[in-house]
């Protein structure tokens, strides 16, 4: 039975401790490589420039959408001023056709978009892993049913499903939410699949199954933190996906309803005005791609900090 990991006492100092533990196996882990080994995975990412601008571009959109509420109290739902009203210092981005603040639009509709895309990234990141290291570990059937699952799942024309479905449950920001992360966990699957049966010809995998250690132990404590690097990769590039799928789906009027708002509502309603008011048009148009790009750029920095192929941090 896996046990505890326990310190073990430095023999050239008697009673002084050392950071090493003993995991399941009773192998000695040295916890100082693994905090030597995460100092160098952020020092990897601060020295990635690219991928630095790109976190403060998107905490700044972030920081746009959830705290500018506090700084920009102008209801969505007021009509009190005129329809398609320039901008002004009332209304810096004008008003749209119901005479609604557009300022106050796109606040809601960036917080809601970016809530969603990381509900998503979340949700089918913890499905996909689930399902991609039970695949890779235990093989056989489990392996097959799982795999014939993933392969229908992706033949499926997931934005057509998900429109029908959002339309038929609703358009809640939190049910197209939902509906997005249900069509969007089986790449992590597949990545993990594949990780996960590399993995477990290790000798530590071979060595926690002698000792007898339980499936559920072996897969969180033994495989997830050793594809913690692609999974965290393939995360942040989830949420550019779900970005983009959930403005997709609300561009053509089949994801999130009024009186809920998103990127891709607001983009709907006001595409006719690219060229007589394009500000209406190009303010949230501009914050997606932003989004968008800003992700990738992290997930880049992110994959270039886990390789473990690098030996140094760049100067």
Known sequence: MPSDPS????????????PTTVGATGSEFDTTKARKQSTLIVK????HRLAMASLVVFLLIAAFGFLGPLFWTVSIEDTSSRGYLPPSAEHPLGTI???KDMLAQLIVGTRLSLAISLV???GSTIVGVIMGTLAGYL?????SAISRFVDLMLII????????LVRALS?????VALILAAFAWMQTARITRGETLSLSQREYIEAARAAGAKTRWIIFRHLVPNMVGTITVNTTLAVATAVLSE?????IGLGVQSPDTSLGLIINENYSQITNRPWLFWGPFVIIVLISLAVNFIGDGLRDAFDPRQTKVRS
């Open 7 to 18: 310190p073990v006492l430095n023999p050239a100092t008697p009673g002084g401790p050392v």
């Open 44 to 47: 990897r990412f601060l020295r």
């Open 97 to 99: 056709q119901t005479g």
């Open 120 to 122: 998503v990234a979340l």
């Open 139 to 143: 093989r056989g059937v489990v392996d």
């Open 157 to 164: 024309p997931q934005i057509a499903v998900a429109a029908i």
């Open 171 to 175: 358009g809640s920001w939190y049910v």
């Open 247 to 251: 403005a997709a789906l609300s561009f």
